[in-house]
């Protein structure tokens, strides 16, 4: 269970809770559909993002979302979607199935060294600038105050 903590940011409260990393879904960004990428894919056209007709020169967008994988109005990748959401299921299945066989690892996070807290001044890591070399109005900006 992820822990959770609370930041304060200009007078909100906002929940924290520790990240986990998902796994990747692979998806094609020429068809929009799950299970492959765009190198593979089968389509000769680009369709687009949104209404998945044919994203030529001149493509005219109805605006109107179609999902590439159940052709229902929301975007492709949308994570409401039934069919992402049996991927994503079967995907962590699988990932899990292959870390309990020993096929795959999970890369081991390393825990945060505590960082001192303490400022030390050092004159060398803000070295006095050579005043010579700044010039007066370095943007070449007009004074135009009406007091003149």
Known sequence: ?????????????SYITTYKAANKMTYCTKC?????????CIILTQRCRICLG?????HQCSNVLKCANCQLEHHSLDPRCDVIR???TELNK???M?????????????????????????NND???????KIKSNP?????NNSDQ
């Open 1 to 13: 269970m992820a822990s959770v903590n609370k930041a304060n940011t200009d007078a909100e409260y």
């Open 54 to 58: 044919n994203f030529g020169l001149n």
């Open 98 to 122: 292959a870390i309990c066989e020993g096929k795959l690892h999970r890369r081991e996070i390393p825990q945060q060294q505590d960082q001192p807290t303490t400022f030390r001044y050092n």
């Open 139 to 143: 943007w070449n900006i007009q004074n």
């Open 126 to 132: 803000f070295p006095v600038m050579n005043t010579d």
């Open 94 to 96: 699988a990932v899990n």
């Open 86 to 88: 049996r991927y994503r």
């Open 32 to 40: 929009w559909g799950l299970g492959h990428l765009r190198d593979v």
